[in-house]
């Protein structure tokens, strides 16, 4: 196991979450769950982060700011959407202005389910995501 | 330069990333313990480091990556001059030299949240200094003699002598570690309203860098405090150890405060305790 799995650097983003997800993101970093056991830091500079968390779905006012912070993480990189919002668009997925997942937009690598997705299932994503910033290190050497 | 300074030397070189990262771990676990939580291995901040620079390295100005490699040398060097038992006052010059390239780093990204940070470091530095400068006065007053060893060597413990010295040096060491209620430049947690600051715009390698050379930084002013004890070494690293503890128990219990009152309150400090101490020390010795 290479070091990108003992210290994955978490961005929160929340797209047009109703907080749900994100009170969930937040109680996975309180004594409760404490993901600071497995060396993740909430961190929120895009510059600084690896795994990129994002809750809520993609509609036409965040769709640049998500491509924006994207953009802006180094490689390597994981995205990781939170919540049934960012997986699909849930029941937002018909309205007007919203685009649905987030995989519309930017390359989603772990999908957590949920409405609002379970700590549990938040911390199991961001491990699964691991793998895949493993392999993507590979990949770039 | 005899073989004893070229073996401390490269002691240093080795240790002092090994200890100062050992520190940092130990201070995010006693954090986490006082926040209820279990806390990260006391390894985390090398598996930090280590994957940082693994990642890309974002930059956004030619001028960056010199200044982060010169800030490194130059504390460094500082560290070095420590421990080779050179002259104190040029060790501590040259810390501060290893600063300015931090805060030049941080300026040459054009970025909003680096250009606070950086302005914020600046005053920092502006708060923190007079003291850092002072301490080798006192401790020539007290021993008559700049050079480390000959310090280290004291029979007679300088802090009897320069106990305000000691303790406006412990107020601004907190101001040097960035910590709780001093940390203006990069805010504690990179997702409070600077996000970082200082580091913002530093990635992957460069940021390794930042927090190697923050390593060297904490052990060069752990060693300054220690050398307050002269041969006395088992009390100084005892008293020493209590300081950085309470350091972390500062930290924690503080929330940060405006630049205005850490700037007044420093000097304040500085020159109650200070230059008191030195004033009250040279009157006893023209007695």
Known sequence: MGYFAKSPWVLHYDGSSCNGCDIEVLAALMPKYDIERFGIINTGNPKHADVFLITGSVNTQNIDVI??????????????????????????AECY????????????????PGCACRPEAIIDAVVQGLGALEEKKKNIK | MSAFSIVLIILF???????????????????????GRVGPPVRQPFYDVLKLFGKENLVVNRFHVDYVACSLIFTVLA??????????????????????FIVLAAYCTNSP?????????????????????????????????????????AQHAPIF???????????????????????????????????KGLTTEFAGPSLAVFEITHWY?????????????????????????????????ID????????????ASAWGITIILGVGNLLVLFFINKL
């Open chain 2, 217 to 249: 930084e904490t052990i060069f002013m752990l060693a300054m405090l220690f050398l307050f004890f002269g041969s006395h070494w088992f009390w100084g690293i005892i008293i020493t150890v209590l300081v950085y503890l309470s350091e972390i128990f």
């Open chain 1, 97 to 112: 202005n919203t685009l649905g997942g987030v995989d519309k937009v930017i390359p989603v690598d772990v999908y957590a």
């Open chain 1, 67 to 92: 491509k924006n912070i994207y953009n802006q993480m180094g490689e390597p990189k994981v995205v990781v959407a939170v919540g049934a919002c960012a997986c699909t668009g849930h029941f937002f």
């Open chain 2, 113 to 153: 949240y680096a250009l606070i940070g950086a302005e914020r470091e600046l005053l920092q530095m502006l708060a923190a200094e007079p003291m850092i400068l002072l301490a080798p006065v006192g401790l020539y007053m007290a021993t008559g003699s700049f050079n480390v060893y000959e310090i280290a060597a």
């Open chain 2, 252 to 263: 924690n219990i503080n929330a940060r405060i405006k630049w205005e009152l850490m700037l």
């Open chain 2, 13 to 35: 070189l080795i240790l002092a990333p090994i200890l100062g990262g050992f520190i940092a771990g130990v201070d995010r676990i006693i954090t986490a313990r006082m926040q």
């Open chain 2, 161 to 195: 002598h320069l106990p305000g010295v000691y303790i406006a040096l412990c107020y601004v060491f907190t101001i040097k570690l960035r910590k709780s209620p001093f940390d203006l430049s990069t805010s504690h947690h990179g997702h409070q309203e600077l996000v």
């Open chain 2, 79 to 100: 560290g070095a001059i420590f421990f080779g038992g050179a002259n104190l006052l040029l060790a501590v010059f040259a810390m501060i030299v290893g600063g300015v």
